[in-house]
């Protein structure tokens, strides 16, 4: 149930800086400055809730960057409900071009926010998400600062074709490279296919990590519902806007904050829910991330347990074959929630945004279109959440069973009367450049049944941990037929890759895990029905191998390169545990810390 206390003027936030006549000097130094560009003092010190929005667009986040048109409908209205909007921008995050990889800039972005909501005269806040980490970022710090916060996604591009064909973004580029080792297109046809996928503005149109965790900010509760895969340039988006504005007044009123709503009901929501939209390999790091900074221990243990039973229900690239222009007609996040609860397997009660329950807010959300959104009991794929694998090498693992092809599915997984599991001799690579470098060497003597390892890609190997565990075959496989071999690491791949590799490898090797042990020619056996992947050789080799790496001073890594990557490094946490910054979970709700009342 929604908070039936309502606040008063005087009790508001942002009356500590604006109209507090114990400090009057305070008050006025706070209150002149902001008048310099015509805000009035009656709009500061009459009692109307200060929103602030949070700005993710810019010209460095082209997917984010549609929220510069989009705020002026926020302002409208907070200004319709009697707030005043004050807008900042948020760090930028690109997934696409950041180097070494966005996923650095998540816990940046984090901390700048959380400073920013501490800090300055807010009663609540908009946060403007979009592109991949953007999302994670605003919420981790909405669960630390706790005021009241609503979450507005700036909507996924319009379908990409190439005729009649679907072009998705990511996906196409991982398709596409494989037709260029081939030799089936040139690097001018590869771009042009590539750029098939980007055909307005918006984040990326395939259920990757951004689609999924806007997904993901609805189906906790933290944006108004049906709004998360609105597509950027439809007109709802913009009166999504609007409504958006119009309701964090509210919230304010009403007290309504993120820690009323981000409970464990609402993440254990989360992961059924990405479960059945095939959600991105980042989800389950970001949402165990946004659960640690809201004071609930999730892992990955977590994510198998409830998650891995569900059926795929969305039938969205890269799981599937449609894009998120016809995932929101076909009703979006509100259609797979209907039919997770009509399955019972949703905390229907669960509090959101609006105030009402989450299961209030499914009547009548029924699937518009059962080829996109498929029924419960007929879906695309039965038991596709992911599996949390556990061996000598590492204690957590994760394999995205929704990519899975049927033919492995039957031998590996499915029968567990069964008992075949995947043999493989490994050849292993210490991140992408070693990997580039050697792929195509043919001393590898890399086969059909060779299991690819990546390993130095894990947040502290490769600060921010790398997307690129789902590596290509070499050439001269991919010319026989042979498109894609089992991987395994502990880096990160993208959410927009069909592979489905075994990633996220906690620990990892920067950090004493055992990937860092393996040698090439290894023989490993990955037996998804027991939820193990072991390394063949024995216990006191092992030990030997551990030994020597320790007398060597550890797994070797390539240096700083700025004062971020160092302080990151120094206090990140693994994959399994999110990639927080350890030292950051303790703080909790320091909105009502300060000011002091
Ligand atoms: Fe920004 Fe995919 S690159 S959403
Ligand atoms: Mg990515």
Same mark, same amino acid.
């Given at each position: ?237 913009? &009166? ?10 509210? &919230? ?24 059945? &939209? ?161 792929? #195509? ?5 890399? #086969? ?122 120094? &206090? ?16 909790? #709700? ?8």
């Amino acid at each position: 149930m929604a908070n039936p206390h309502r606040i008063t003027p005087e009790q508001l936030r942002s009356r500590y800086w604006f109209d507090n006549p114990d400090h009057p000097g305070t008050t006025a130094l706070c209150v002149e400055r902001y008048l310099n560009y015509g805000i009035t003092l009656d709009e500061l010190t009459s009692g109307k809730p200060i929103i602030g929005i949070c700005q993710s667009g810019s010209d460095l986040t082209p997917c984010n960057r549609h929220h510069i048109d989009l705020v002026k409908r926020v302002k409208d209205g907070i200004r319709a409900a009697g707030g005043v909007p004050f807008e900042f921008p948020m760090h930028p995050i690109h997934e696409n071009v950041r180097r070494p990889t966005a996923a650095l800039d998540r816990n940046l972005a984090y901390l700048g926010l959380v400073e920013v909501l501490h800090g300055y005269p807010l009663d609540g806040v908009v946060l403007t998400t979009g592109c991949d980490k953007t999302t994670p970022a605003a919420l981790m710090a909405a669960a630390t600062v706790n005021i009241p916060a609503i979450v507005l996604s700036g909507g996924p591009m319009l379908n990409g074709w190439r005729g009649a064909e679907r072009v998705g973004s990511g996906t196409i580029i991982w398709e596409l490279r494989k037709r260029l080792a081939a030799g089936d297109i040139d690097y001018a046809e590869f771009l042009s296919r590539a750029s098939d996928s980007a055909p307005s503005i918006g984040h990326c149109n395939t259920m990757g990590t951004a689609s999924t965790m806007n997904s993901m900010a609805e189906v906790l509760g933290m944006s108004l519902p049906g709004s998360a895969v609105i597509p950027a340039p439809y007109k709802e988006r913009a &009166m999504a806007a609007y409504d958006t504005g119009v309701r964090i007044v509210d &919230m304010v009123w009403e007290d309504l904050r993120p820690l009323d709503i981000l409970t464990r009901e609402a993440f254990e929501n989360a992961i059924v829910a990405c479960s059945a &939209m095939g959600g991105s390999s980042n989800a389950p790091v970001h949402i165990n991330a946004i659960a640690r900074h809201a004071g609930i221990e999730l892992n990955n243990d977590d994510w198998q347990r409830l998650g891995h039973e569900i059926p795929l229900l969305a039938n969205v690239m890269p799981a599937g074959a449609f894009l998120c222009e016809e995932f929101h007609r076909a009703g979006g996040v509100p259609a797979i929630l209907h039919e997770l609860q009509g399955a019972g397997k949703l905390h229907s009660d669960a509090l959101t945004v609006n105030g009402r329950s989450l299961g209030d807010n499914l009547q009548g959300r029924d699937t518009q279109d059962t080829d996109v959104i498929c029924r419960y009991a007929e879906p695309l794929v039965a038991h596709a959440g992911f599996l949390n694998l556990k061996g000598n090498l590492f204690d957590s693992a994760l394999m995205k069973t929704s990519v899975i092809s049927q033919d492995f599915r039957e031998r590996f997984l499915n029968d567990p009367s069964d008992p075949e599991a995947f043999e493989g001799k490994v050849v292993v690579f210490d991140g992408s450049e070693d990997y580039h470098a050697r792929i #195509d060497d043919p001393a590898l003597n890399i #086969d059909a049944r060779t299991i690819l390892v990546m390993r130095g890609a894990g947040p502290v190997g490769h600060p921010g941990g790398a997307e690129v565990v789902n590596m290509q075959p070499p050439e001269a496989l991919i010319k026989q037929g042979i498109e894609s071999l089992p991987c395994l690491g502990d880096g990160r791949q993208s959410g927009t890759s069909g592979s489905p590799s075994i990633l996220n490898a906690s620990p990892e090797a920067a950090t004493g895990g055992g990937l860092a042990l393996l040698e090439s020619g290894d023989q490993l056996r990955v037996d998804l029905k027991r939820g193990e992947v072991q390394l063949l050789i024995d216990a006191s080799e092992l030990e030997a191998r551990r030994k020597r790496l320790a007398e060597q001073g550890g797994y070797r890594y390539p240096g700083h390169q700025t004062p971020w990557q160092e302080i990151q490094r120094s &206090m990140v946490e693994p994959l399994d545990r999110g990639m927080t910054l350890e030292s950051a979970t303790k703080y909790r #709700d320091v909105a009502r810390q300060h000011p002091p009342r």
